[in-house]
């Protein structure tokens, strides 16, 4: 049976991730930063089954190389795929109001956290040469709009990253993808009561990428809500 590893397990995207990965007969490897956030995602999904825990903060450059670690040791499962989708403050402090530590606050979560998720984890997917591995990443068109210029700075960072590793991962057992997301998704409960489209919802979107080979270095462009059930793609570079 494959297992995902989804950093960032906790927030609105990665409840939709783990939701979508149990759904599609997968187990989760899920890093939270402590126990009180494991009990929330444990909330979300009704149940703990098919998920482990491994407790680290990812906001440090050591975080998801400690947990690699652990599963090349054997004293976590191993992975076949993984996706990331930290996140900081959904902010619009204009420009000239950012403050350097704001900066750097949200910086290391959306932009540094997955960055480090994809340095630290994909050198394991590719040792074990698994042929249907696949690295995700989720971005936000705030990337494009930049109405929230804290989070808006973060994507754009992100868009480049996800170029370069497309390219670099076109050849070899990895699929790697961005999945673009232009709307508002929340946790269920949540999104019940704002509007904003629902988490399980938008997993549909990641349980057709996991199975669909064609898709490849490409970006994923979740636009309308009709995007999250037919993918709709095009290569990253
Ligand atoms: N939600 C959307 O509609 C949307 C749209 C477009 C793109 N995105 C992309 O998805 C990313 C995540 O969005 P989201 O709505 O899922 O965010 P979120 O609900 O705020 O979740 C953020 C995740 O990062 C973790 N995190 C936050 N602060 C942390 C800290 N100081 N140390 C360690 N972990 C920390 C959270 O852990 P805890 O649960 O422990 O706090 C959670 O797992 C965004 O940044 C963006 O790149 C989201």
């Known amino acids: 049976m494959e297992t995902v590893l989804v950093v960032g397990a906790t927030g609105n995207i990665g409840v939709s991730a783990v939701s979508a990965v149990l759904r599609s007969k997968r187990n989760v490897l899920a890093i939270v930063r402590n126990q009180s956030s494991a ?29 690699v670690d652990q599963v090349r040791a054997g004293k976590l499962p191993a992975f076949h795929h993984v996706y990331t989708c930290v996140g900081g403050e959904y902010t619009i402090t204009p420009l000239q109001e950012i403050t350097t530590e704001r900066l750097r606050y949200n910086m290391n979560l959306t932009f540094e956290a997955n960055f480090f998720a994809y340095r630290d984890s994909i050198g394991y997917l590719l040792e074990q040469n698994y042929p249907k591995s696949t690295w995700s990443i989720c971005t936000g068109a705030q990337g494009e709009t930049a109405t929230h210029p804290v989070p808006a700075m973060a994507q754009g960072a992100l ?23 232009a709307f508002r998704v929340e946790v269920d409960e949540v999104a019940a009561k704002s509007g904003a489209v629902k988490a399980t919802d ?19 462009r979740i ?14 570079f």
């Open 39 to 67: 009990d929330k995602l444990v909330k979300y999904i009704g149940s703990s089954k098919g998920i482990t825990f491994a407790e680290a903060d990812v906001s440090s450059d050591t975080a998801v190389k400690g947990v």
């Open 159 to 181: 868009f480049s990253f996800s170029i370069a590793a497309a390219r670099e991962n076109e050849s070899t057992n990895v699929r790697f993808n961005e999945i673009f997301l």
């Open 202 to 220: 938008f997993g549909k979107s990641y349980e057709l990428l996991l199975d669909d080979e064609k898709v490849r270095s490409s970006r994923i």
């Open 223 to 236: 636009e309308t809500e009709a995007d999250m059930s037919k993918l709709r793609y095009n290569k990253l």
